[in-house]
């Protein structure tokens, strides 16, 4: 019964993050199984292009006639998947990366300056030039935002590792004779696991928000192929006739993004514990009221 | 003191030599000729020869590299293929839109957020500082492409009271600039100034757990002397830092809103050398937008180092 007992700590303590985690949930279920009863976002129907959400059409169609419901849902699978891939990358390389680079001083001076290095490009800036450079595509799309991202899981991870490395339990392990890998594996992973799974759910945000801008730019996936990038890019010259071509899919990105913004901040209040005591503290200053309230200090 | 000076600069001397020698290697390892890319798919064999060898293409790696770091020293990064001049004056022309708008939306940023934060410090009970938190995540959640679409939409073609393109200079004609910056400003405030909110408030929630404030209290000051007197000046280091890391995605967004809005500051010039295949260009900008966004960080680093006696000492 554990898992319920955590769930209800969840549930009291942060309800904002428990609801867009809902929110999240229905999303991925609408993209998971939506297609299956949505119209053919392909299906192109001259006769009924540019025109606002009916009952035929609930989200209205495009330029095409075809189905923005449709297209969106599909997309939605796309850019959810490709953001996946790239947070996936970013996180097992930049574990590896921080770990052993925390982990093992020699190796530490020369990686880190690599990730600095990378670090002093703008994100979306570096990403832009890596496409323009790799082709534009889903694949070197993956690459360039895997790049961008991997240096802020690099930096984080190697700090949790220097923290650690200091710990008794580190020293003990060693003294019983544990090699660095089984150490870093065994003792250090499970310790910046939470610190992980904070990062991978900005990250997750981040890349597709990236992912959104290059579509939308036209580096990232080409249309036919919907994302919610492109969407918004292939709308744009029709933003004066039918405005919810272009709402639909940038608020689809809101809420996702929202979402795993919300979430991550609630792992966060749930694991670390000073921001869990600044919570606490917010949350007790709502219900007592505060000094302003009360009137002047009686002096002596 | 001048020890962190130069420790610091040394750092970012090194980054610098290798962002530099990242962005060689990316451009010149690639599998296929930059030659045959940027002449395109009907240039003939000695177009393309010629080309190869105007570019130094056909002296070995290591030459080339050792040609381009010479040059780079000197602030030569070769010439633009679309403009037939040198980079670095192309890049330069076009820097004065780019960090009119990176000034303008980080001032106005500061101003919204940090009176905002404040009061939501000092009245935790508010029905503004409940709307703060989404409000702040909606800005920092909303894709900046879209936003500005969506207050073309409104206040463009539906309301028809400000213009949705084009850049005038604030040299020339000041108020017809500041009618033409409004919605790419909103844009970009959009998001800057919910992050600066949030690291704001969360500086401030942190600090209100330090003793200094009981003290204050305890000696009799008003609340609002201990918030703006006491906790203010504290909580507002951690958000200078923010103010220097998040110009990376602030350099991000004005790329995109360049575009949208059709300014031709630096981002504008990024895609628009992409699309036409002006490598040396495309390489030269990202350097410029590097070397600013890691200098600017610098120098916040070292402000911080003036203000905040508790980095001396370490």
Known sequence: ?300 | MPAVILRRVRDLVITLVLVGTIMFFVVHMLPGNPAVAMLGTFATKAQIAQLTHALGLDQSLIAQYGTWLKNAVTGDFGDSIGFQEPVTRVVLSHAGPTALLAVVTTVISLVIAIPLAAYSAARPRSWWTRLLTPVSVFGIAVPNFWLALVLIIVFGVTLRVLPIAGYVSPVTDLPGAVVHLILPIIVLVAGQAALFVRTLRESILAELLQLYLRTARAKGARERVVILRQLLPNALIPLMTVVGTSLGTLLGGIVIVENIFVIPGLGSLLLQSINSRDYPLVEGITLAIALSYVVINLLVDLLYVAIDPRVRIR
């Open chain 1, 1 to 300: 019964m554990k898992i319920m007992s955590v769930f209800r700590d969840i549930r009291r303590r942060d309800p904002v993050a428990l609801g867009w985690a809902v929110v999240l949930l229905v999303v991925l279920l609408a993209i998971a199984i939506g297609p299956l009863f949505a119209q053919d976002p392909a299906h192109i129907d001259p006769l009924v292009r540019l025109q606002g959400p009916s009952g035929a059409h609930w989200l209205g169609t495009d330029e095409y006639g075809r189905d923005i419901l449709g297209r969106v849902l599909s997309a939605g699978g796309v850019s959810l998947g490709l953001g996946a891939v790239v947070t996936g990358v970013s996180v097992v390389a930049g574990t590896l990366i921080g770990m052993y680079s925390g982990f093992y001083v020699r190796a530490d001076g020369v990686v880190m300056r690599l990730m600095d290095a990378l670090l002093a490009f703008p994100p979306l800036v570096l990403a832009i030039a890596l496409v323009a450079f790799l082709g534009s595509g889903a694949t070197s799309e993956v690459a360039a935002l895997a790049i961008v991202y991997t240096p802020f899981l690099a930096r984080t991870i190697r700090g949790t590792t220097l923290a650690l490395r200091g710990r008794g339990y580190i020293t003990a392990a060693r003294c019983a004779g544990l090699t660095g890998t089984k150490i870093l594996w065994r003792h250090v992973l499970p310790n910046a696991a939470p610190t992980l799974l904070v990062q991978a759910s900005f990250i997750y945000a981040f890349a597709l928000l990236s992912d959104a801008a290059l579509s939308f730019l036209g580096l990232g996936v080409a249309a036919p192929t919907p994302t919610w990038g492109n969407m918004v890019d292939e709308a744009r010259p029709y933003l004066m006739q039918e405005p919810g071509f272009i709402i639909f899919p940038g608020l689809a990105v809101v809420i996702v993004v929202m979402a795993l913004n919300y979430i991550g901040d609630g792992i966060r209040n749930l694991v670390d514990p000073r921001s869990r005591a600044v919570l606490d503290l917010e949350r007790l200053r709502r219900r007592t009221p505060v000094p302003t309230d009360a009137k002047e200090p009686v002096r002596a």
